[in-house]
């Protein structure tokens, strides 16, 4: 299944759909920034698609041992995969740590270097540490993703299971393929908004 197997992780959680928290109210640009600090700031990452997951992998667990938060930006298909690699190769790292995380993708707008250059949209991915999942269903529904996926049929199929409390495993193969279920991911979020779940 390639890279794409942790492309369900802002969807689904537990079996019991959860709570939407409030919404995260820093920087809508989310690009710009640098190394984290201690306490409650959260780091930023710059997910490229040349960059090494492993070595991404290794900073985000380093930072969810510390009980830290990790904000990663991407932009575009590649720079998508590369991150959702990072995650799934950072969830392995944590497992003798007895720890996990949770990843919340959401769409920012990154401004043009001038007047001149329009803004882009990149999806920025909340990371935060979570105990590891101990209820597992026996065979959760899966929803196939692919790189002609319309996003908005895949998020409405996503919140429809998450409304009725079920778990949704979303698969995709291949860079474009993850970037929609991605995007699937972050749009089946806002339309939960409505329902206070995420």
């Not at 778990?167 to 972050?186: F, L």
Request: charged share 25%; hydrophobic share 35%.
């Amino acid at each position: 299944r390639g890279g794409g197997g942790g492309g369900g992780g802002g969807g689904g959680g537990r079996n019991a759909p959860r709570r939407r928290p409030p919404r995260d109210s820093g920087d809508n640009s989310g690009y710009s920034g640098g190394g984290g600090g201690g306490g409650g700031a959260s780091e930023v990452l710059k997910v490229a698609g040349s960059s090494n997951a492993k070595s991404l992998a290794g900073a985000i667990a380093k930072r969810m041992r510390e009980g830290g938060n990790v904000k990663a930006v991407a932009l575009g298909a590649a720079s998508v995969n590369q991150a959702i690699k990072a995650f799934a190769i950072g969830r392995t790292y944590l497992e003798k740590d007895s720890l996990d995380l949770a990843v919340r993708p959401e769409f920012i707008h990154i401004p043009g270097k001038d007047d001149n250059e329009p803004q882009r949209s990149a999806l920025r991915f909340n990371i935060v540490p979570r105990p590891p999942q101990t209820q597992r269903e026996d065979k959760p529904s899966e929803l196939k993703v692919a790189s002609g996926t319309s996003p908005m049929s895949a998020a409405g199929a996503i919140a429809k299971r998450v409304r009725e409390g079920k778990k949704c495993v979303v698969v995709a193969m291949g860079a474009e393929s993850v970037n929609q279920a991605v995007k699937s991911v972050a749009i089946a979020r806002n339309y939960l908004e409505e329902n206070m779940l995420d």
